[in-house]
């Protein structure tokens, strides 16, 4: 199987108000007041203070992204990336959602966005300008959910109407340049399984010093066993040794659970023995 034909590209461009502004007066007068060099220290305004809605429109966004990046791979410097087929109708389907919940917080904000601004008059105090506030119409600019998809030409798909010499040079450069981003996605592959497996080794490794006491939290044991399920996704070349490490790491984690490694320090160091051996096994 081509990997034109077992990824498509995915660019999510999700854009929010930041709300927040330099207030140049009362960084002169806090420069003045401590005997301050220009450039020494800068008063931001928080233009929403005493809401946290917007707040929660960039925290939901920094979600959405976070989703995005750990279900595709890099491709592009311009923000296309990798989602592999076998994924897209659940991507989609959960982007879907992501949007029309986003839709809704930013409506409720604008809905609220005049009640905002008096309370942050009463927040802020002498520091509030009226003038700092864009307009509704223009605030709808500063918001934006947008995710375009498009299909992976083949490394050799480079087909333009120019000599057939400058041609054979520039199909050489832009298949060398296509496989160099495929090694790069794949090579996100192997530092997401390494970064897990490395978090936990040193979280299994048992303390000498009989006072400090390790917490293990759910998610030592989820984000291996999600990682598992999400690589046979990922892994879109088919690596044999990407796919011989992530199975390693799937029976090592199969009927592990938190409580066991909260309760037993035999469960702890026998899956620190077999994730160690993972490590030793592959090249890095």
Not at 13 to 20: E, G, M, P, Q
Request: glycine residues 4%; contains cysteine.
């Amino acid at each position: 199987m081509s990997i034109s034909s077992s990824a498509v590209l995915a660019e999510l461009n999700i854009s929010i108000w930041t709300a927040n502004k330099l207030d140049k007066g009362a960084t002169d007068s806090v420069l003045a007041s401590n005997s301050a060099s220009s450039g020494s220290a800068q008063v931001r305004k928080n233009l929403m203070a005493g809401t946290n809605k917007r707040k929660k429109i960039a925290d939901y966004g920094a979600r959405a992204r976070l989703y995005h990046n750990q279900t595709t791979l890099p491709w592009s410097d311009k923000g296309s990336r990798l989602l592999p087929t076998s994924l897209f109708m659940e991507y989609k389907q959960n982007m879907n959602t992501i949007e029309r919940n986003m839709n809704a917080m930013i409506q409720d904000f604008f809905d609220s966005y005049d009640d905002l601004v008096l309370d942050a008059k009463l927040h802020l105090g002498s520091l509030f300008n009226a003038s700092d506030y864009p307009s509704i119409d223009s605030l709808k600019d500063k918001f934006g959910f947008k995710l375009v998809f498009s299909p992976l030409p083949e490394s050799n798909d480079f087909r333009l109407d120019i000599p057939q010499m400058d041609m054979q040079e520039l199909a050489s450069k832009y298949e060398s340049a296509f496989n160099d981003r495929l090694n790069d996605a794949m090579r996100e592959n192997w530092d997401k399984l390494h970064k897990t497996l490395t978090h936990l080794s040193e979280k299994l490794t048992e303390t000498e010093d009989e006072n400090s006491v390790k917490r293990y939290h759910d998610s030592l044991v989820t984000n291996a066993t999600e990682l598992c399920g999400l690589l046979t996704h990922l892994n879109i070349t088919k690596d044999p040794k990407l796919e011989e490490a992530r199975r390693s790491l799937e029976l090592t984690m199969l009927g592990v659970g938190i409580e066991d490694i909260k309760d037993s320090p035999v469960v702890r160091s026998n899956v620190k023995n077999k994730v160690d051996e993972i490590l030793n096994k592959f090249n890095w």
